[in-house]
């Protein structure tokens, strides 16, 4: 006896295969609609980032701006995530070919942007990163010029509110014949503070975008899935066309 497909009298092969293409498009659907809270996630994180007050202005008087090339590419590559996922759930639901095709070119670039930008990002605050030589080039710039009020201080700040000393240790001062300033020593115990602002410094940068690269790399993830399912449901709607035409005739 012949199966139903959509309920026109089409043979068990064509219903069978519509109940796939019925599991795919929704389950792509689902993915989506993830792929669209991961991107208003990193879109919100990255706003955070460089908005948030005072962190802004220490980059500015330390001079790191290159820390936000990767945020703002980040940032950019999460509103065409948004953008994308929306197209995504309409191709997916009409199973339209041409905007299937589409939205797998797409969801390819929102992987390399974001693949892109993470790498960015982590390349400009981790450890042993590209920031760390910035970071010691300015510390020991503010260091080598105490009779500039300025210079000195923006060291007192940074050693202060971060609890660190000198770019490597308390031995920068001592090997520059400096006297120890006393922000360098811990309020409570008068020691003074083990790590260098270098390392202290890219600590703080790691914690701030170590969610953020994370969330980023997710959504990687997810693109290509998306992709691969995608191009999975374009194969189907085509083989029931066919099928359908087949058993018609």
Same mark, same amino acid.
């Given at each position: ?13 064509? @219903?069978?295969?519509?109940?796939? +293409? ?49 945020? =703002? +590419? ?5 509103? &065409?995530?948004?953008? &994308? ?11 339209? &070919? ?5 939205? +797998? ?8 942007? *974001? ?11 981790? =450890? ?21 009020? @300025? ?38 115990? *008068? ?18 975008? @170590? ?13 290509? &899935? ?24």
């Amino acid at each position: 006896m012949p199966g139903v497909g959509r309920g026109d009298g089409q043979g068990p092969a064509v @219903g069978k295969l519509e109940s796939q +293409i019925y599991c795919i498009k929704y389950t792509l659907f689902c993915f989506n609609i993830v792929l669209w809270l991961f991107g208003a996630s990193v879109f919100a994180l990255c706003l955070w980032i460089c908005i948030e007050p005072g962190f802004n202005e220490w980059m500015s008087i330390l001079q790191l701006q290159k820390y936000f090339i990767g945020i =703002y +590419i980040i940032l950019i590559g999460s509103l &065409v995530i948004m953008v &994308v996922a929306f197209l995504g759930c309409g191709s997916a639901l009409m199973e339209n &070919v041409k905007l299937l095709y589409a939205y +797998i070119i797409s969801q390819i670039s929102s992987f390399v942007l *974001g693949l892109v930008g993470a790498c960015v990002v982590l390349d400009f605050s981790t =450890y042993d990163s590209s920031i760390q030589p910035l970071i010691k080039d300015v510390i020991l710039r503010l260091m080598n010029n105490p009779q500039h009020e @300025g210079s000195r201080e923006i060291l007192r700040m940074v050693q202060e509110g971060i609890g660190c000393c000198g770019a490597d240790g308390p031995m920068d001062f001592l090997n520059l014949n400096k006297p120890l300033p006393s922000e360098c020593r811990d309020s409570v115990t *008068g020691n003074a503070h083990f790590h260098g602002c270098v390392d202290e410094l890219t600590w703080f940068l790691e914690s701030k975008t @170590g969610w953020l690269a994370g969330i980023v790399l997710a959504s990687c993830m997810i693109c290509v &899935v998306n992709a691969v399912m995608s191009l999975v449901l374009i194969q189907a709607v085509k083989k029931e066309e066919d099928e359908s035409v087949t058993y018609k005739n």
